[in-house]
């Protein structure tokens, strides 16, 4: 009878720990697949940024260029 106790409590600690374990590598995906998104999501901000900057010189450039063209027709 003690035989059978054993097996059923060693059956159950086996069970326990294979949960512990799925439940583990569970979280384990979930934060790889969110440490992804977040890695994703940094490249996309960052390259919107520079195309932000990239527009802003453009603008400045087309602004110096307008009020050298105004200058110029003032002096003369």
Not at 5 to 31: F, P
Not at 41 to 69: F, G, H, M, P, Y
């Amino acid at each position: 009878m003690k035989k059978d106790t054993l097996k059923k409590g060693s059956k159950s600690t086996e069970k326990s720990a294979g949960k512990k374990l799925q439940v583990q590598e569970r979280d384990d995906e979930k934060r790889k697949g969110q440490l992804k998104k977040d890695c994703l999501t940094k490249i996309a901000d960052e390259s919107k940024n520079d195309e932000v900057k990239r527009q802003e010189n453009i603008q400045k450039k087309k602004e110096v260029e307008l009020l050298c063209k105004c200058f110029r027709l003032t002096v003369r």
